[in-house]
């Protein structure tokens, strides 16, 4: 009887995934308290400063897929160490760095080797499970995705404390013994079979160079047109035209970066990544949104505003972690989407008049929304991506994802740019609303899909 079989959580071969997994979300909102300092250090701006944070944001989007695509070629386990390679060499330039230039290296390089982590994690999973011919089990991906909800509540405090403690270098340093600790917990992680040595023009092959190129060329033009803070028609030109060419390349390669012949005849998956896009673009309107409206318009401090959230952060982890042991993935999705109508409803009820109680109902509910969504969509992408693309399709989830937090972002900008009122919070409300009702109109197919397969579950996928 296999490991896997005798346990119910391998928790030696977790251990070092989870540490993976959490160093993206927590080196992005480290910066969020050692910004001033670091900017101050340096004589800049803190909107100068603000290249640190977008400058891994948009690495991570493009690199994702990337990462999950080298996973699937050569070996996941591999791919994992060389991230956390990347993560300490990132990790020394930022502190030893001698001028911000170098700080920005340090975060492109801290996007890169920290997207590694997540979709050869999933890939390390799905292959340990199928070897053992058992479906992933809920809560083992629950792990996963709770994770990054923990790193996201821990690194504001855990930024904090170390610029208090070691200058703003301190959310850099933190970098090494977390990666020495997750490369030595690693040899726990079983190595892949010896693959036969493939010639460099072989691996160029299934590697698709341009799809990449195309890839990433379309997605910055992409992002760049997301963060405009007006609509401007000739900006779409280049990403219609860029979308149009990888979709014509990437159809006649045997090897494709993006499989768009397996989204045409899969729509039940390409309709997971439309997921993630409004989730997740719903959730970033939300988690900030939500506190610029208590400051702006309630005029709470920012340790009161923390306090507020506290309820959302705790709720979601505990509703990510009992709805993770279901595996009916389409009552997660509908129980999802019906939360989520409920925060859209209860952003509109925020005004000036309204009690504290009520907020902290608003936040409980927004928590529960969180929770329940990040499983489901993770369990349904688990569900619907082949075995053998399992890096690649989480990757590039990953991506939809970030793109909604940008989309999210932009519009915050825009909408609060003259300040914040309860007119404007209420019409956020609406477009949250409208993402809402897409994933509403999405539980129809996956309703039918259901139908079908009786109960859809990771197995009974594949």
């Known amino acids: 009887m296999s490991d896997v ?8 071969f977790m251990l070092p995934i989870v540490l993976g997994t959490m160093m ?24 100068s400063g603000a290249i640190l944070v977008t400058s891994l944001y948009v690495t991570s989007t493009i690199a994702q897929p990337l990462m999950g695509r080298l996973a699937d070629i050569f070996s996941a386990k591999k791919i994992n160490t060389l991230g956390f390679i990347l993560v300490l060499i990132a990790a020394l330039i930022g502190i030893f760095a001698p001028g911000f230039s ?29 070897e053992a011919e058992l479906p992933v089990p809920g809560n083992v991906l629950g792990l996963v995705g709770i994770s990054a909800q923990v790193s996201m509540i821990l690194g504001p405090v855990l930024g904090g404390l170390l610029t208090q ?24 992680i079983p190595n892949d079979p010896v693959k ?17 190129l195309i890839f990433t060329l379309f997605l910055l033009s992409l992002l760049f047109l997301l963060i405009q803070h007006s609509f401007t028609w000739q900006l779409i030109l280049p990403v219609v035209t860029l979308l ?61 505003t923390g306090l507020f959230m506290l309820p959302d952060s705790i709720v979601a982890i505990a509703v990510g972690l009992l709805i993770s042991k279901s595996r009916k993935l389409f009552m997660q999705n509908f129980l999802g989407v019906i939360f989520m109508l409920a925060t859209c409803a209860g952003m509109y009820m925020l005004n000036t008049e309204i009690t504290i109680f009520m907020i902290v109902v608003v936040t409980v509910v927004m928590g529960i929304a969180e929770g329940l969504n990040l499983i489901a969509n993770q369990a349904l992408l688990n569900a619907e991506a082949p075995l053998a693309q399992k890096g690649v399709s989480f990757g590039l989830y990953r991506t939809f994802a970030y793109l909604g937090a940008i989309l999210s972002s932009s519009q915050l900008k825009v909408l609060f740019h003259t300040g914040i009122t309860d007119e404007k919070f209420h019409t956020l409300s609406f477009t949250a609303l409208a993402s809402s009702i ?12 259901h139908r079908q397969l009786a109960d859809i579950s990771p197995a009974s996928a594949r």
């Open 5 to 12: 079989k005798k346990e119910r959580y391998p928790y030696r």
């Open 244 to 304: 149009i060419l990888m979709v014509v390349w990437e159809r006649r390669q045997d090897n494709p970066f993006i499989d768009v012949r397996l989204l045409a005849s899969k729509p039940s998956l390409l309709l997971v990544y439309v997921r993630a896009l409004a989730t997740s673009y719903i959730l970033y309107t939300m988690l900030y949104g939500f506190p610029q409206w208590l400051e702006g318009v309630r005029h709470f401090n920012p340790a009161e």
């Open 24 to 47: 993206n979300p927590l080196n992005s909102t480290m910066l969020a308290t050692a910004l001033i300092p670091l900017c101050n250090s340096f004589k800049i701006s803190v909107g």
């Open 102 to 130: 170098w700080l920005v290296v340090s975060r492109i390089m801290l996007g890169l080797g920290t997207s590694a982590a997540y979709p050869s994690a999933m890939a390390l999973i799905n292959k340990k499970y199928a």
């Open 438 to 449: 897409v994933l509403a109109i999405l539980l129809i197919p996956l309703w039918r899909r």
């Open 196 to 212: 036969e040595k493939l010639s460099a023009a072989r691996i160029l092959n299934r590697l698709d160079v341009p799809g990449i």
């Open 165 to 188: 403690w070691l200058g703003w270098k301190g959310i850099f340093f933190i970098n090494i013994p977390w990666v020495i600790a997750a490369v030595y917990l690693s040899k726990a």
